[in-house]
């Protein structure tokens, strides 16, 4: 059990990491890109946005807590 627990933690840090905001920024974009394209809405775009929008706005949170600016 304890290497299955310690795996489940390897995942857990490799996905979520240090930003949890930024993990549930892709999530819920994965999530919605599906959904659109499940309706026949051509989606391609919205990923590649959203990712743009999420780091920008991570370094940005990350630069103010570090005192960057």
């Not at 599906?34 to 051509?42: G, K, P, Q, V, Y």
């Not at 940005?60 to 570090?66: A, D």
């Amino acid at each position: 059990m304890s290497r299955l627990r310690a795996f489940g933690r390897f995942c857990w840090d490799f996905v979520v990491g240090d930003d949890r905001r930024l993990a549930a920024g892709l999530a819920l974009t994965l999530a919605l890109t599906w959904l659109l394209e499940r309706e026949d809405i051509s989606a391609w775009w919205l990923l590649p946005v959203a990712v743009t929008l999420l780091l920008a706005d991570s370094l940005r949170r990350e630069s103010r807590r570090s005192g960057g600016g």
